[in-house]
């Protein structure tokens, strides 16, 4: 890939991965400027957070209770 390619932007990522974004050419006013018009946003989350909270544990319906909710 060519340095100086205004439709593909490489990044590496903090782990070490590579990520490549390419934009197709378009009429759209707004991606006139290709990558040029896109910015740096610095990140405001890093890492996953909490856990959300586990679902309560109910009892299986039984088979004809199921079948209710599917109309038969």
Avoid: C
Wanted: no cysteine; hydrophobic share 40%; charged share 20%.
């Amino acid at each position: 890939m060519q340095a100086n390619d205004p439709t593909k932007l490489e990044a590496t990522l903090a782990d070490g991965r590579r990520m490549t974004l390419s934009l197709p050419a378009t009429d759209a006013k707004w991606a006139a400027d290709g990558i040029k018009g896109l910015r740096h946003v610095p990140p405001t989350h890093t890492g996953r957070g909490e856990e959300p909270p586990a679902l309560p544990e109910e009892p299986a319906l039984p088979l004809q209770v199921a079948l209710l909710g599917l109309g038969a």
